[in-house]
């Protein structure tokens, strides 16, 4: 029969310690529990249905497979399932838009407007940045916007142009126009190509839109979503904190009031500004800082006071208003500054149809500004998206998501439109402002296609340092330096990576910068697949716990075991060197504790190919010519069936696989005293037989402060229970100053237990630190001999099962009576303590006193259900 006796010491020294001992298989002592109910079978196998879809569909060339097959699958039944269900899928429209309430439409409204009217100069900002002119940033803001808000899942995404992607544009496209197609422009012209001919220009703009929008789709239909995780969170960071530089450099032009040759490279940039800074006009310098200060305080103040929310996202509106008026007002600094410091003239109209402008003879020229547009596009909106969707409880699918940028850049590029993404600061207001539906988006579409329409003449006189300072002021909390920071405390590899892509950022070029920050990952990323983690297990003394030896800082080997857990999956380019690791542990082990028997923890191996299973092949073999048999423990289902159908379970023999460490450990001991009574001439099966003999562990004193999050665990095992053990243990706590804060005792075979203690410091009440760990380690063992008859770690390791153990525990009867009597004598004493302080009429002292009855009654039947066969 199973015995758990379990001991709760709650309080501190200045509070009373009850001590409750409970029995689960005791009618009389009420015990609270929950019970773990099932679900029907039916739901069962729903559940596993559905669950087994998902894994399906994130698996698409098994999907393809049973599609080619005619074998039925999830894409297959939702055929089955109707046009308007499909549809509804994919456009998710189909279904939002019948659902629009009053409330919901009302604040729907009020956000589209808002965002609206901050995209309008944030729109004309970004083409600038892109090389294009202002009118195409606003074509970019409305058509885009409108197609995502038919097929985006996101309620709360704001779709447009972007500071990241406009960069990435101009980067990668200028000097691209070839000489027929822009013959005024030359390697010595003073002017880019974009200023010299902006309509090819523009072109090549589309035609990138349009490249992007397809490796979109296609990748939604492939799913190769995926393939952004290549993009680590340390690299995109580093990338956009580069990137916000060159943007913010890009501006200075403006601000200082002279013309500085564009550059993607920040030392050319920075090199012109010192070169010709005696240039600078004043007037511009002063006003630019004030238009870039307002902006910083408005925001900091519509963070700050709730009531002036609105503010924030009305700022760079605000701006271009005061600035226009400025101009047109004050026609003296309208003449300082010059034509060139102004807008000027914007198309207004409906937006020109460009499907036919596009030159796919052009594309291998915008193939690798598509490529770097498409992923941090992506990446940049999926990001946002998951995260507004988690605040609202709602989910969004990346495959449609892709499905559904793809479609707005497509669509754009047919409407003179360049690539767009979701906008971080966009989204942020459209949030706050209180959208709830994607017709926000068709709100902010309808107010751009207003402002082309009859308001583009109102920026006339829109100053060139108000755009500026816009831009400016919106990527200046892009430069993420608190980051770099907290990536240099929290693992050294991925400051690496930050730096290297903000270094290569600046210094090679937009492009080249990524490219070289991905490429450092990858290398990290192979190095750890091709050179895995082993990690070296050890036991946890008292318990059957093996953990590492990098976690645990006390543990213990087992003689002429070695055990290791392999940390990743296994395939060609990493099998050798596991394979190598091995033997190289297990060589340098001969001197101290010669390796007869290897376990092989396979709980990180989730795959393996057949150069792995081959490997293991190998390995088995190599070790069994040393004379050193190989167990495997926690094989993962797929890597079983890889290693059955490879002939290599057979090859080991099943009885060397194991469901844990622990069942591995006993069978190589078994094993081992298999051979020693047969001089060495045990065979595999023996090990299949050794129920012969009992494997027990010897009388052992451990120590874990990682099992629990404040609590140290402590474990006893005795090879015999010892009357005294438990009393002999609290009084070491006690003068320890430690508390118990949970105990049990559990039987072993053999009449032994085992003893867990989750203790804390009195004073600290926390974990244990090492000094107080180190002197418990002395304690213990002296106070545990003193009640036993087996001196610590002395006790065999293997014994055979003795009958008469028994008749010996029975003849200690009468000291565990005697035990019990001072336990209960000591509960009285702690009793009468507290009378002293709490009042015995008190409702509290009363249950006290009932829980003390009912705690000491209990001791007696305790004893007898662990030793039933004891008669005094």
Known sequence: MDVLASYQLKGNSNERVGMQVTQSFLDNIPLQSVEIKALPAAKSEEAATVLYQRMLRNNPLRLAGQKLACQNSPELEEHKAGVCDLLSRYIPAISWLPKLTRQVIQGDVVAGLTVGVMVIPQSMSYASIAGLQYIYGMYAACIPTLVYAFFGQSRQLAVGPVAMVSLLIQAGLQGQLTPEECPQWNEGSEKSQAEECPLEYAKLAFLASAVVGVFQIVASVLRLGFLVSFLGHPVISGFTSGAAIIIGLSQLKYILGFNIEKSQFVYVTIGKVFENIGETNGLTLLLGSLWIFYLLANRSISRKYKRLSKLGPMGPLISCVIGVLLLWLVVPLRDELGKSNYVGPIPSGMIPFSLFDLNLSAIPRAMPTAISACLIGYMESIAIGKGLAGKHGYSLEAGQELLALGAANLVGAMFSS??????????????????????????TALVMLCTM???????????????AAIVISSVLPLVAYGEAIKLWRVK?????????????????GVLPGILVAVGVSLLIVISESVRPQISILWRIPGTTIYRSMKQESSGTFIPNVFIARIGSSMYFANAAYIKDSLLAFTSDLDTVNKTKYLVLEMTGVVSI????????????????????????AMVGNRVEKTLRKAGVTAYIGEQWFFHTVNEAVLCCVRHQRAEQERGGQALSSDVEQGTVLTVLTGNEVGFSNQLHHDCTAVFISLAADAPMAMSEVTATFKRNGISVVRAAVDPLPGGGA??????QGVKSEAKLKDWEVMRLRQDLPEALARST????????????????????????????????????????RQSNRLDGLVPSSSPSSRRDESLEESTCSCYPQVFKQMFPSMRP
């Open 492 to 508: 050294r590899i991925d400051f690496v990576l930050w730096l290297v892509a903000f270094a290569g950022t600046l210094f090679l």
């Open 453 to 467: 329409l009859f308001l583009t003449p109102i920026f006339y006189y829109l100053p060139k340092f108000v755009l």
């Open 418 to 443: 360049y690539p767009v993404t979701g906008s971080f600061s966009r989204s942020a207001v459209n949030n706050q402002t209180g959208a709830v539906s994607q017709l926000s988006g068709i709100i």
């Open 754 to 759: 085992k003893h867990t203690y989750f203790v």
């Open 609 to 632: 190919d057949s150069s792995a299973a081959h490997a293991i092949h190998d390995i088995v073999h190599d070790f069994r010519a040393q004379g050193i048999e190989v167990a495997f």
């Open 789 to 828: 008859k087996v001196v610590m770690g002395k006790s065999p390791l293997l014994t055979h099962v003795d009958s008469n153990r028994v008749q010996d525990l029975a003849e200690s009867l009468a000291a565990e009576r005697k035990a019990i009597a001072i336990l209960q004598k000591d509960v009285e």
